[in-house]
């Protein structure tokens, strides 16, 4: 927000880009690992039980947990924003 308030107290012309599905689409390049707990865990098996079954387990309190290796940047991850910002960057 100070950024804004400075550009516009300069008058400077601002542009914001946003690139649809970037996140989606760009690849990771180091080990990151989710954890899932409870309805999304349970719901990630119902996708393909065949695969995901054997990986869910429960925790003291019951509650299904799942571990996931990300292969794609996950938006809202620090990470994901850090794939973000080269996209950007690679733009200019």
Same mark, same amino acid.
């Given at each position: 927000?100070?950024?804004?308030?400075? @550009?516009?107290?300069?008058?400077?012309?601002?542009?914001?880009? @946003?690139?649809?599905?970037?996140?989606?689409?760009? @690849?990771?390049?180091? @080990? $990151?690992?989710?954890?899932?707990?409870?309805?999304?865990?349970?719901?990630? $098996?119902?996708?393909?039980?065949?695969?995901?079954? *054997?990986?869910?387990?429960?925790?003291?309190?019951?509650?299904?947990?799942?571990?996931?290796?990300?292969? *794609?940047?996950?938006?809202?991850?620090?990470?994901? *924003?850090? *794939?973000?910002?080269?996209?950007?960057?690679?733009?200019?």
């Amino acid at each position: 927000m100070m950024s804004c308030a400075i @550009d516009a107290r300069e008058g400077r012309h601002v542009a914001v880009t @946003d690139i649809p599905g970037a996140f989606i689409h760009t @690849d990771m390049e180091e @080990d $990151v690992h989710k954890l899932l707990e409870g309805t999304i865990a349970e719901l990630i $098996v119902k996708l393909d039980p065949s695969i995901y079954r *054997k990986y869910i387990w429960e925790n003291r309190r019951g509650k299904p947990m799942l571990y996931m290796k990300l292969r *794609k940047a996950l938006y809202g991850t620090l990470h994901g *924003k850090r *794939k973000s910002e080269d996209i950007n960057v690679q733009l200019h």
